[in-house]
Each structure stands twice: as structure tokens, then as C-alpha cells.
């Protein structure tokens, strides 16, 4: 059985991963940040969680938005 911490550790592995191979969204969230276009607005995102879209969700937060997330299927995520 695996413990939580290696759960963890896994899952920021994986965010790292898409992190790191996805340019185009780290580009975006660096013109976001820089121009203040989402500081202070409040977003809300109902998805299916994995690597990809918690990268997603950390973009925006880091472009300065106020961030909601849960995951859209709890059989699945």
C-alpha cells in the first residue's frame, strides 16, 4: 500500500512534468502575471483532475486569480 506522502510526491512529479512540457501555457501565464489581467478575479473550475489540468489551475492562480477547484467525477479523479 502506498503511503500519502508517496501520493503526493507522484502527483508533483507529474505537475512537474507538464510544467515542463508546456511552453505555450507558461508563456501565457507569465503575460497574465505581468499585466495583472486576473488579479483579484475569482474563477471556479470543475474538471477531471490529472497532471495537465492542475497545471492549468496553478497557471491561473499564479497569473493572480482567486481559484475554486474540484474535481468534475469522483469515481475517476
Same mark, same amino acid.
Given at each position: 500500500?502506498?503511503?500519502?506522502?508517496?501520493?503526493?510526491?507522484?502527483?508533483?512529479?507529474?505537475?512537474?512534468?507538464?510544467?515542463?512540457?508546456?511552453?505555450?501555457?507558461?508563456?501565457?501565464?507569465?503575460? /497574465? &502575471?505581468?499585466?495583472? %489581467?486576473?488579479?483579484? +478575479?475569482? *474563477?471556479?473550475? !470543475?474538471?477531471? =483532475?490529472?497532471?495537465?489540468?492542475?497545471?492549468?489551475? /496553478? &497557471?491561473?492562480?499564479? %497569473?493572480?486569480?482567486? +481559484?475554486? *477547484?474540484?474535481? !468534475?467525477?469522483? =469515481?475517476?479523479?
Amino acid at each position: 500500500m502506498m503511503k500519502k506522502q508517496e501520493v503526493v510526491a507522484q502527483g508533483k512529479e507529474k505537475i512537474a512534468w507538464a510544467r515542463a512540457h508546456m511552453p505555450v501555457l507558461a508563456q501565457v501565464t507569465c503575460e /497574465l &502575471a505581468s499585466s495583472g %489581467a486576473l488579479s483579484g +478575479l475569482r *474563477v471556479a473550475m !470543475s474538471i477531471h =483532475l490529472e497532471a495537465k489540468t492542475a497545471r492549468l489551475a /496553478l &497557471a491561473l492562480k499564479e %497569473a493572480g486569480a482567486e +481559484l475554486a *477547484v474540484s474535481s !468534475s467525477n469522483p =469515481l475517476s479523479t
